[in-house]
């Protein structure tokens, strides 16, 4: 290996595991950071906390007296830990986490430094929101947003070297109050579902409901790299993912990596991770290797959909900044590595209140059959109207490389029921499950065909939705992703169906059909339009991506360019502004932003691919060329002769690598396109195939040039060695 790789070779065969010193039980540091209900409860007045109680229960507004109570307690508590700053923590349209970090310092007329924190500062912050993405949004308003904190989410304290900050996760919105952000729309999609929810139980003659709530578990896959060979790598550093890089010998081929022991650093990086994690009450429940070598996952618990999505990022955070700790470069990019599996972020989802329980969850109970068959149908129906806005979602540059490759769900939304559920709405559909009027056959026998099995075997890998026995698991999702866009499409997919439920089941038991019958009726209804949508088979197969749009109807989406722009279409729209999740304007910018976001994070790859290729692996081939021909010159003087074909097949492939860099580099400057989805699709085919093509030749160029010489970390090297 030439200098840089031989030295961070060297480098990371010494290194040893960090040790870690948290020595405490976890009882003992179980959210020991973070401001949650049982330290307020500690800390305020028995008013205080009734109202503080019902705010995060219920979403309502705080009002300005408790929040000055609050923001008073939430200062001292921070303080008595040694914070002397606080940040409000959002989410802007990307999908990162943004802070605006403050001092709770103010100074005296007196010139004394003291300490204020207040409940208008806790609600309201002001971050210069102008570098903000905030499409169309920004020209409609004035440019500055605002944050308010939101209270159904715990502050908490993040550590660095230097002390404690007090974290406040808080929405982001314009003043005319437009969401700029992640988190709105997902309160807003929990209401709308709370809504739809209730009206469907009601139907169903249950009184006392609970508010409900999406629950979520995140599943999170990431690659770790040390960070010797990532710093070797610009693209790594850059974009997250290597733009060259020839297939190793070995890859993953043996599925020795998968649940196979932990590499002793890893694990003690996952430990101290993890113990990071409960201190901020994240529930971290499994880790374990995954498919790839050097690939790995981690899931907490499920928790209440809008905590979940706070929590979700701050693993992301805490997980770069530990991995970092520990020497490595912690990838969350779905596509690393060309030829070796991606990575994915599993949404588990399912919706639940706490006198219902989960309505996705078929229980023993007749009665809780017949809600689990409505809200199970209400989902198939969502699947099946909005698909496609469940592929836009999930639409971004490095999902798409994932998307429909041989390891990842396909970009046909789907859903996957199991065969014995699958059979279940089958049977109502031909009408082979009814119900005699005198309400005799009040469970529709279906409390023995429902109580199934559970068995985990029974899990279809190639669907990008799949139903897993107590709830829906959306597979198609990109690890670097926030969770809140996918959380918000299914809640709202769910609210607007549950909605059409209702309606139905009004018009029958209006006309005098007894429930279970009325039951079966509609959902003989909702799967003669929607059965299309249910699909149990190869996921994968070609057959079914052209059974899935010849025979089915449902549509094939498989780059961002062509996905996003779903954001625009009239049923959409209407859907978003009839559940008051999205404006038009508020969805229409958010279409602009992910677009943009695309365009610009191709064009970002498309410059580094030029820069690496004319600074860094071309030179690497000329020198090796250039010392193969004064060999064959040496050679030739003393009478011998070598084969030159390599010189050959190195000399093609430097030049088609330079003539393709240089057709990338005008097609870059090209701008005259007739709108964004023209934009689009120019990345998506011309930019990301010449792309393509320089890498093939690249990859050429490393299979023959001698190892002493090549400049950049190699596949082997990455994977393999930790
Ligand atoms: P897998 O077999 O897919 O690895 P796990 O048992 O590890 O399944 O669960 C994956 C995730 O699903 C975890 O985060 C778990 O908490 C979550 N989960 C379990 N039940 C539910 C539910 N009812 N709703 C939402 N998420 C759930
Ligand atoms: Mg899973």
Request: a negative charge.
């Amino acid at each position: 290996a030439n200098e840089v790789r031989s030295q961070a070779i060297t480098e990371v065969l010494n290194r040893t595991a960090v040790e870690t010193v948290e020595t405490r039980p976890l009882s003992e540091i179980w959210a020991i950071d973070v401001f949650n209900l049982a330290k307020m409860e500690e800390a305020l007045s028995k008013n205080a906390f009734k109202a503080m109680k019902k705010t995060v229960q219920t979403g309502e507004p705080l009002d300005s007296a408790t929040a000055d109570i609050v923001a008073a307690a939430m200062k001292d508590w921070a303080m008595g830990k040694g914070a002397k700053f606080f940040s409000h923590v959002f989410y802007p349209l990307t999908n990162i986490t943004a802070e605006k970090h403050d001092g709770f310092i103010v100074t005296n007329p007196e010139g004394n430094a003291i300490t204020e924190f207040t409940g208008s500062l806790l609600i309201k912050g002001e971050p210069d929101g102008s570098s903000f993405p905030n499409g169309s949004l920004r020209m409609t308003n004035a440019a500055r947003g605002y944050t308010s904190w939101d209270p159904t989410s715990p502050a908490y304290i993040m550590w660095t070297a230097n002390g404690a900050t007090l974290m406040i996760p808080s929405v982001f919105m314009s003043w005319t109050g437009e969401s700029l952000d992640k988190k709105i729309p997902l309160l807003r999609s929990i209401s709308a579902m709370d809504a739809s929810a209730r009206r469907v139980l009601t139907l169903m003659g249950e009184t006392d409901i609970a508010p409900f709530n999406a629950s979520c578990g995140a599943e999170q896959e990431y690659f770790l790299v040390d960070q010797h060979f990532a710093v070797a790598r610009p693209d790594l550093l850059l974009a997250g993912r290597t733009l060259f890089g020839a297939a190793p010998a070995k890859s993953q081929e043996f599925d020795d990596h998968y649940f196979g022991a932990i590499p002793e650093r890893v694990q003690v990086f996952m430990q101290a991770f993890e113990e990071k994690l409960y201190r901020l009450g994240i529930p971290a429940k499994t880790h374990h290797n995954e498919v790839a070598p050097g690939q790995f996952e981690i899931a907490p618990y499920y928790e209440a959909a809008n905590v979940a999505a706070d929590h979700q990022q701050l693993l992301m955070t805490v997980m770069k900044a530990t991995a970092a700790e520990h020497g490595f470069l912690c990838l969350l990019h779905e596509k690393p590595f060309a030829g070796i599996n991606g990575s994915g972020k599993h949404v588990n989802w399912s919706v639940a209140n706490s006198t219902q329980g989960n309505l996705l969850d078929p229980g023993t109970s007749p009665e809780h059959n017949l809600n689990f068959l409505l809200f199970c149908g209400a989902v198939i129906r969502g699947v099946h109207k909005f698909g496609p806005l469940l592929r836009a979602v999930i639409a971004t540059a490095s999902n798409d490389h994932r998307l429909g490759a041989n390891e990842a769900p396909p970009a046909i939304l789907s859903v996957y029921l199991g065969d014995q559920l699958e059979g279940v709405f089958n049977d109502i559909k031909a009408g082979k499950i009814s119900v005699s009027s005198d309400g005799g056959v009040m469970d529709l026998g279906l409390s023995q065909i429902l109580n199934f099995q559970r068995d985990p075997g029974d899990r279809n890998r190639t669907s990008p939705f799949a139903f897993t026995g107590n709830r829906f698991e959306f597979r198609a999702v990109g690890s670097s992703q926030s969770v809140s866009g996918p959380l918000t499409a299914l809640n709202t997919i769910l609210a607007d169906s549950l909605q059409w439920v209702a309606d139905q089941l009004e018009v029958q038991l209006e006309a005098g059909k007894t429930r279970p019958e009325a039951v079966a009726i509609v959902i003989k209804e909702l799967m003669e339009l929607h059965s299309d949508a249910v699909f149990g088979g190869d996921g994968y197969s070609s057959e079914w991506h052209e059974a899935a749009v010849k025979e089915r109807g449902l549509r094939n989406l498989p780059t961002s360019a062509e996905a996003l722009p779903v954001f625009t279409e009239p049923d959409i729209i209407a859907l978003f502004e009839k559940t008051g999740v999205l404006s038009a304007l508020e969805l229409n910018a958010r279409y602009e932003v992910y677009a943009e976001q695309y365009i610009n994070s191709i064009a970002v790859e498309a410059k580094l691919v030029i820069d690496m290729a004319k600074t860094i692996i071309y030179p690497a081939a000329l020198k090796y060329a250039a010392d193969l021909a004064n060999t064959y010159a040496v050679a030739n003087e003393v009478g011998v002769s070598f084969d030159t074909t390599q010189v050959k097949v190195i000399a093609e492939n430097a030049n088609l690598l330079l003539s393709t860099v240089a057709s990338l580099s005008s097609e870059l400057e090209r701008h005259d396109f007739a709108d964004t989805k023209a934009h689009m699709l120019h990345s998506a085919t011309s930019i990301r195939g010449l792309m393509d093509t320089a890498r093939s030749h690249a990859d050429a160029l490393e299979v023959e040039v001698d190892d002493a010489v090549w400049p950049l970390p190699k596949y082997r090297e990455m994977l393999f060695i930790k």
